[in-house]
């Protein structure tokens, strides 16, 4: 049984089991329904208690439901029913409430968590807005700003947060469903409060909505769920209950068959099924329990402070104790920041720097299960580093190497054991991005595989596999992008007219905002590699910038020009008169069709990407582009946005 019951004298404990997250599916729903009832006719209990079993609270609806009809009893129905009920009804919170589940718990009369919990409403997230009370209920007890804040950005709050927001009545530390019984109990010595639906909105000002709706289009880059919700949340305070509920319902179910709660529905499940990819299901990850590093540049001190955020000891390697001591500021840069922005407090950042073992020595990796190279970009130089990690290291230890264009392969060319090497590549600030690379060599172990993505899950990051090739996915992609954007330019296109385009999509830059910001040098430097190494590669529009000093922002120029202290970019005329006679005369374009331009031309790369066998599916592709490039999450990648499934 999905739900039981239990009794603590005249308080009744209602228990949702109903693994892995409790997740409110038809027999749930129906289940809870009929508790209300049962225990509305009993006359020997007074109050009841909805708890969890396992790891957390409701966390939700049951996707295994989604695209299916759903069956009564509805979740809205379900909700006003638990809010009707005689008894008052207190929800013990642990783990997650988030969406249905929440809106389970502002059902109820009460609302207590154990302090480690956290509650939310994700919804826009799928597209879609809270459609059982989410945008009319939270505002009753937590305030519209409040509600705005939860609602528009479906970021989930903690335990003592709630608290403060008024979202939940009491936090507890220790055993929840005792605290949670001993508080049903006391509350019936008291006058209950209202149920949440009788509670009374201030309503806010003109003014208010008018800012609120700027701030939230800005974040929300072309996502429809924000702003819909926002207006569910402003009829939420002015109408009656009633009717704003109606009103919610109506723009969930609308939004629920959309184009964007299709795209996003679709990346929520390639996100699910990405750490756990099933060609490795049978197979058993190696343990972790402390990891090298070598290298303490940007990439190294961020792979570093990654490890330390998943809480494992790592041995940071450079090659003197010059460079060590530059490698530890870098360090405590990214700690200082994390604590700055309120993410580590100063006692966990002294922690975090003081689990990094800095050293020129590689001795100190004797021990290492994984060492992970993050050094310069050259293939002599990272092969020399394998050459001392050979000696150094256990003859099981894994090595892997971040490159993020070389051939994995000639990197562990003559490796003795080249079943433990693999590519592991990570994507800066790499203690910030998502996204993972995995990529193997032929002669990589499955075991060797797994591991890799075990690290990924460690570190909260979306892993893909890929093939190798220039580039693997992402680079490949990016390395197309930005062509066809030059292809453009050379058709007379402005620059700015290419990035206003892709930020009208959804970008948060164009291409060749993002060079400015990123440097110019990178990608000219790796095509002077391939040149030296006897590769024709065509001269680029990039390469002429590169060539008078203009590397991006940090040269003061780029594609764009840039004052001092002020990254705001501006056309430049400097940049006309370089590539005048570069410039063709074409069509004029409008924003639709430079943008389908450029997405239409990713997607033909994804799918030589998928021909050739480096990528695994189109969704993993369109992971590779959300989480590493900022392709916009509501269109759901350049494969899905291209019509290409599989």
Known sequence: MPVTIARDAEIAVVSVDN????????AVRQALWDAV??????????????????????????????????????????????????????????????????????????????????????????????????TVRTPRLAGVESAVSLVTSGKPVKAAKALTMGLIDAVFEGDLQANAVAFARDALSRDLPPPVSARQIEAPDETFWAETAKAVTKAAKGAEAPLRALDCLRKASESPFAEALAYERKTFLELRDSDQAAALRAVFFAERAAPRPAHLKDVEPRGLKKVGVIGGGTMGAGITAALRDAGLPVVLIEQDDKAVAKGLANLRGIFAGAVKRGRLSEAAATEHLAGVTATADYAELADADLVIEAVFEEIEVKRAVFARLVTACR???????????????????????????????????????????????????????????????????????????????????????????????????????????????????????????????????QREAARKAGAEVPETLGDI?????????????????????????????????????????????????????????????????LAEGIARSSAEIDLVEIHGYGFPRWRGGPMFAGGVRG
Not at 19 to 26: D, E, G, I, K, W
């Open 395 to 525: 003859p099981d230890a894994i090595l892997a190497t971040n490159t993020s264009y070389l051939d994995p392969r000639l990197i562990a060319e003559g490796l003795p054991g080249p079943d433990r090497f693999i590519g592991l590549h990570f994507f800066s600030p790499a203690n910030v991005m998502k996204l993972m690379e995995i990529v193997p060599i032929p002669e990589t172990s499955d075991e060797t595989l797994a591991t890799g993505f075990a690290l990924a899950r460690l570190l909260r990051k979306i892993p893909v596999q890929a093939g190798i090739c220039e580039g693997f996915i992402g680079n490949r992609i990016l390395k197309r992008y930005r062509a066809e954007a030059e292809a453009l330019l050379r058709r007379g296109i402005p620059v700015a007219q290419v990035d206003a385009a892709m930020r009208a999509y959804g970008f948060a830059m164009g291409p060749f905002e993002a060079q400015d910001l990123g440097g110019l040098d990178i990608a000219y430097l």
């Open 545 to 609: 910038l590169v060539h008078k000093g203009r590397k991006g922002q940090k040269t003061g120029g780029g594609w764009y020009d840039y004052e001092d202290g002020d990254r705001h970019p501006r056309p430049s005329a400097t940049v006309d008169a370089l590539l005048a006679d570069r410039i063709e005369a074409g069509p004029a374009m409008d924003a639709d069709a430079i943008s389908s331009h450029l997405v239409g031309a990713m997607t033909a790369e994804g799918q030589a990407i």
């Open 37 to 134: 009832d049962q225990l509305d006719a009993d006359p020997q209990v007074r109050a009841v208690v909805l708890i969890c079993a396992g790891r957390t609270f409701i966390a939700g609806a049951d996707v295994r439901e989604f695209g299916q009809p759903p069956q009564p009893p509805h979740l809205p129905d379900l909700v006003d029913h638990i809010e009707a009920a005689q008894k008052p009804w207190t929800a013990a919170i642990h783990g997650s409430a988030l969406g249905g589940g929440f809106e389970v718990a502002m059902g109820c009369r009460f609302r207590v968590a154990v302090s480690t919990a956290s509650v939310g409403l994700p919804e826009v997230n799928l597209g879609i807005v809270p459609g059982a009370s989410g």
């Open 19 to 26: 693994p892995p997250v409790n997740a409110l599916s038809h």
